[in-house]
């Protein structure tokens, strides 16, 4: 596998993780979040997806379900 494309990789990976935090960290709703999958393992590879889990207060929990599909495009 080559190096570098693994690395730009990682780093677009990173970067966009980064972004999903900063979004979701701006709602008040959000009380948690935590990272699944093979990011945390150590295993991610160029293929890899990102696994976040976002925890949300239970009044939000339903505006949030329906919303889930749009907050990707904002």
Do not use: C, W
């Not at 693994?6 to 960290?25: A, D, G, P």
């Not at 999958?37 to 150590?42: E, F, I, K, R, T």
């Not at 991610?44 to 990102?50: E, N, R, Y």
């Amino acid at each position: 596998m080559n190096s570098n494309l693994h690395n730009n990789t990682s780093i677009e990976r990173e970067k966009l993780l980064s972004e999903v935090v900063s979004y979701f960290s701006a709602d008040q709703a959000v009380i948690g979040m935590f990272l699944g999958g093979s990011m945390p393992a150590g295993t991610a590879d160029k293929f890899s997806d990102i696994d976040i889990r976002v925890i949300v207060t239970p009044e939000e929990h339903d505006r949030f379900v329906a919303n889930r599909i749009d907050m990707p495009m904002q």
